[in-house]
């Protein structure tokens, strides 16, 4: 699987116990605050809850073009196991 696809598994999956509110960080290092998304096979639409500089909330994003997510939510650890996550051995 590489990157584009772990990307939108991550999105596509995503459970309901854990809010779709963070921010995304593109290759470019630009920070995407999103509040909810929407997926296609192929670009992420994130909505923002203020607009950007520019007046958008919305943004469309290639999976390609993501290099990390930023969850802002504060929750335990723990939580994060419904999305694959587990302690080292």
Same mark, same amino acid.
Request: charged fraction near 20%.
């Given at each position: 699987?590489?990157?584009?696809?772990?990307? #939108?598994?991550?999105?596509?999956?995503?459970?309901?116990?854990? /809010? #779709?509110?963070?921010?995304?960080?593109?290759?470019?290092?630009?920070?995407?605050?999103?509040?909810?998304? *929407?997926?296609?096979?192929?670009?992420? *639409? *994130?909505?923002?809850?203020?607009?950007?500089?520019?007046?958008?909330?919305?943004?469309?994003?290639?999976?390609?073009?993501?290099?990390?997510?930023?969850?802002?939510?504060?929750?335990? *650890?723990?939580?994060?196991?419904?999305?694959?996550?587990?302690? /080292?051995?």
């Amino acid at each position: 699987m590489d990157t584009a696809e772990a990307w #939108r598994a991550l999105f596509e999956n995503w459970p309901e116990s854990i /809010p #779709r509110e963070g921010i995304v960080v593109t290759v470019h290092n630009e920070n995407i605050t999103f509040v909810n998304y *929407l997926i296609s096979s192929s670009v992420l *639409l *994130l909505e923002r809850d203020k607009p950007d500089t520019s007046g958008a909330r919305k943004v469309m994003i290639s999976y390609e073009a993501i290099a990390a997510v930023k969850i802002t939510s504060p929750m335990e *650890l723990g939580r994060f196991q419904v999305m694959g996550f587990q302690a /080292p051995f």
